[in-house]
């Protein structure tokens, strides 16, 4: 009995510091702690060919040691992937390498990543349901009819579960926001997004597709809309006549705190200049409850560690004692 104390105490001590490896906080005080339920690395399936905590479906096929992917170079191909437990985190950032790439001079459609509350329903928007309820961000390889624009373009918008995407004028009245994304297809680097989202305070999707290690950012605005309160995280993509291979590789997603203050949300002011000027403020402001709870968990967890070992070394004297004298 005793032992399994010490045994649980050591148990607890261990978990915590594996969470304490994995989050890091950045030199605005955000820290981050990955989340394994929208986490999704090579080889993507168990051993039994499942997936913990993700659905795929329609003509998505995984490669194990490269990729899930969404639509083949082929005619007419509809793929999804979907998270199978809602994003719940207040605020978060997500990011995908992704490869768009095929043979043909002419190809599309492009892809579409999802925090809706619907999941895993085909359809005629990049291959998912339309009049969707929360945000999309559409990689647009096809200019259906927008002219002016120059393509790929990358978009987002916010459903609200009656607004209808405008494929054929590549959803001009629909968008958020968005920008071009000329080299995103058959990048010779590898090609990423990184959406960030503070409950409103900012939405922010920077890409990755001219130089590796270089964020270009896309959009970015301290009024984000409000994304329903159950959001799945999924990818989608359709082929037409035009074809094209989606292919997801990696999705990396943190929940994010800011240890600035106790209302975990981003500086009020957001960018680099004043991100610094919050994190200097740091040293001055008040210290949260949050970061003084944890101090003092992992304090009493020390000495939980330290006392469940004396009862246990205790608890093992004694039996050996015991069993000397017979
Ligand atoms: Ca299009």
Redesign the pocket.
Known sequence: MRFSASSAALWLACSIGLVAADSTIDENGIKSIPLRTHNLASPYLDSAMQSRWWDFGGNTIVRADQYVRLSSDKPSQEGWLFSRVPLTATNWEIEVEFKIHGSGNLH???FAMWLTKQRATPGPVFGSVDAFNGLAIFF?T???NRPGTVFPYVMSMMGDGHAIYD?AN?GKDNEFMGCSARGIRNANIPTKARLTYFQDKELKLELQYRQEGQWELCFETNDPPMLPSVAYLGFSAETGELSDNHDIINVQTKNLYNTNRGDNGRPSSPGMEKGRKAGKDRNHAPKSEGSWGWFLFKIFMFFAVIGGGYVGYTAWRAQQKRSHRF
């Open positions: 599309g459609d492009g647009d096809y200019k259906n494929k590549d």
